[in-house]
């Protein structure tokens, strides 16, 4: 027998059987604030870190504190960007 010849099997993802968009997007949403909320604290704690540390002349604390905002400006991007990215995931696999 021809292997060429024998039906090939059709294989989809089962998309009913996983519910609760809703849900998921509350919880996204509830993680991402929680994630910003911190991102912005840390960079108002890093900002003040960098500004004390370069009046007092401790080149140790203002590196540590530039490091440090550069970090949480970077966390409170890439928090903002994952709520687009989740929303256009979720969208994506509805049209499917």
Same mark, same amino acid.
């Given at each position: 027998?021809? &292997?060429?010849? &024998?039906?090939?099997?059709?294989? =989809?993802?089962?998309?009913?059987?996983?519910?609760?968009?809703?849900?998921?997007?509350?919880?996204?949403?509830?993680?991402?604030?929680? @994630?910003?909320?911190?991102?912005? &604290?840390?960079?108002?704690?890093?900002?003040?870190?960098?500004?004390?540390?370069?009046?007092?002349?401790?080149?140790?604390?203002?590196? =540590?504190?530039?490091?440090?905002?550069?970090?949480?400006?970077?966390?409170?991007?890439?928090?903002?960007?994952?709520?687009?990215?989740?929303?256009?995931?979720?969208?994506? @696999?509805?049209?499917?």
């Amino acid at each position: 027998m021809n &292997l060429s010849q &024998l039906p090939l099997p059709v294989v =989809r993802p089962d998309f009913g059987a996983v519910g609760g968009t809703s849900e998921l997007n509350a919880v996204v949403g509830a993680l991402l604030t929680y @994630g910003l909320i911190v991102a912005v &604290l840390m960079v108002i704690v890093c900002a003040t870190v960098w500004a004390f540390g370069s009046a007092q002349g401790s080149w140790q604390a203002a590196s =540590r504190g530039k490091t440090g905002l550069l970090v949480a400006l970077a966390g409170a991007v890439l928090t903002g960007g994952a709520l687009a990215w989740a929303n256009w995931l979720i969208d994506l @696999g509805a049209g499917l």
